[in-house]
């Protein structure tokens, strides 16, 4: 609840009272909470009156529940976003995208590999379900699927009822988390050539390899649901790379590379992907993070696919029992 006022005038004297809610250290989740209870009703009985968190520090996702619940924020490291509509009064500034004194480790359940099956499960799969069945989703033990959703209500990404059973999910913010925490082409695991024939033709060889195991990720799989350019780097999914790199003729390259061969860190990538014209594809919720986790234009062509999900939610996103 706040714990102060301010006001704010203009030159003429006239002018309102600012709410502040002192939040010396504060989490995504506790905020969204104080935003649907205690400090919604204060707004309402003070007749609207602005509020401004102040905190040491806000994390990203701290911001982001604040912009959307319309409430002003500031912190010591030079974050800050105060617009009030009279007086007129509009302050953006960036400050520290890490907290500069950390209470703990950052949570690992959120980055790794594990967690990707989840956070795919989460986003792929209406609730509500139960910790074990979510478990049984993801194929993931319900242990680490527990701590994984602990991480997650921390960011006020899901939100799950007294007995532990996830109700809501903020899928789009939760895609976003996890796409800017994972780098798609990791050094260890990804190989770069030069497509003899470029690297549409080499796509198009694609539905002559039989039963070889693969799934076409990055901006030629984004482009078949919303083209944003012409896509030009094949990214492909391959347990044994080698055998591709045979079947179709790549040669390796470090530089100027147009094919990224990644061999994933666990099946979970391939979980609920499909077939077009007799090559496979990931899902759009894989296409999306993986994007996100990328650099040059795929970042924006990850935003445009997450845009098709929101607006069209009805076409991927199924219950646990696989009905739409």
Request: charged share 25%.
């Given at each position: 609840m706040p714990d102060d006022r301010f006001i704010v005038k203009d030159r003429s004297g006239a002018g309102r009272s600012i709410l502040v809610d002192v939040r010396p250290r504060t989490t995504p989740a506790e905020l969204?909470?104080?935003?649907?209870?205690?400090?919604?009703?204060r707004v309402r009985r003070d007749a609207g009156s602005p509020i401004l968190v102040v905190a040491n520090y806000l994390s990203p996702r701290s911001?982001?529940?604040?912009?959307?619940?319309?409430?002003?924020?500031?912190?010591?490291?030079?974050?800050?976003?105060?617009?009030?509509?009279?007086?007129g009064l509009v302050v953006r500034t960036e400050g520290a995208q890490r907290e500069p004194?950390?209470?703990?480790?950052?949570?690992?359940?959120?980055?790794?590999?594990?967690a990707g099956q989840i956070i795919r499960a989460l986003a792929d799969f209406k609730p509500p379900y139960s910790v074990t069945q979510l478990a049984g989703l993801a194929e993931v033990s319900a242990g680490?699927?527990?701590?994984?959703?602990q991480a997650l209500e921390r960011e006020a990404l899901v939100r799950r009822d007294k007995r532990g059973t996830v109700e809501e999910v903020d899928w789009p913010a939760m895609l976003r988390r996890r796409g800017n925490a994972v780098a798609l082409f990791d050094n260890a695991r990804t190989t770069t050539y030069i497509a003899r024939s470029g690297a549409r033709r080499t796509l198009e060889a694609f539905s002559d390899l039989g039963d070889q195991r693969y799934a076409v990720t990055g901006s030629f799989a984004a482009s078949r649901i919303r083209a944003v350019t012409a896509p030009v780097g094949l990214a492909v999914y391959a347990p044994e790379p080698d055998t591709l790199v045979s079947a179709l003729n790549l040669l390796?390259?470090?530089?100027?590379a147009d094919v990224r061969l990644i061999r994933p860190a666990n099946d979970g990538?391939?979980?609920?992907?499909?077939?077009?014209?007799?090559?496979?594809?990931?899902?759009?919720?894989?296409?999306?993070l993986d994007c996100l986790g990328s650099t040059g234009r795929m970042p924006q062509e990850g935003e445009a696919v997450l845009e098709w999900m929101i607006e069209n939610e009805a076409a991927w996103r199924i219950s646990p029992g696989g009905e739409p």
């Amino acid at each position: 609840m706040p714990d102060d006022r301010f006001i704010v005038k203009d030159r003429s004297g006239a002018g309102r009272s600012i709410l502040v809610d002192v939040r010396p250290r504060t989490t995504p989740a506790e905020l969204d909470r104080a935003y649907n209870d205690a400090l919604a009703r204060r707004v309402r009985r003070d007749a609207g009156s602005p509020i401004l968190v102040v905190a040491n520090y806000l994390s990203p996702r701290s911001r982001e529940v604040l912009e959307a619940a319309n409430i002003n924020y500031l912190d010591l490291t030079g974050n800050a976003r105060i617009a009030i509509d009279y007086p007129g009064l509009v302050v953006r500034t960036e400050g520290a995208q890490r907290e500069p004194t950390p209470r703990r480790r950052p949570d690992r359940g959120i980055s790794g590999p594990a967690a990707g099956q989840i956070i795919r499960a989460l986003a792929d799969f209406k609730p509500p379900y139960s910790v074990t069945q979510l478990a049984g989703l993801a194929e993931v033990s319900a242990g680490y699927c527990s701590r994984t959703l602990q991480a997650l209500e921390r960011e006020a990404l899901v939100r799950r009822d007294k007995r532990g059973t996830v109700e809501e999910v903020d899928w789009p913010a939760m895609l976003r988390r996890r796409g800017n925490a994972v780098a798609l082409f990791d050094n260890a695991r990804t190989t770069t050539y030069i497509a003899r024939s470029g690297a549409r033709r080499t796509l198009e060889a694609f539905s002559d390899l039989g039963d070889q195991r693969y799934a076409v990720t990055g901006s030629f799989a984004a482009s078949r649901i919303r083209a944003v350019t012409a896509p030009v780097g094949l990214a492909v999914y391959a347990p044994e790379p080698d055998t591709l790199v045979s079947a179709l003729n790549l040669l390796p390259a470090d530089q100027g590379a147009d094919v990224r061969l990644i061999r994933p860190a666990n099946d979970g990538v391939f979980a609920r992907s499909s077939t077009s014209d007799d090559t496979r594809y990931v899902a759009p919720s894989q296409i999306v993070l993986d994007c996100l986790g990328s650099t040059g234009r795929m970042p924006q062509e990850g935003e445009a696919v997450l845009e098709w999900m929101i607006e069209n939610e009805a076409a991927w996103r199924i219950s646990p029992g696989g009905e739409p």
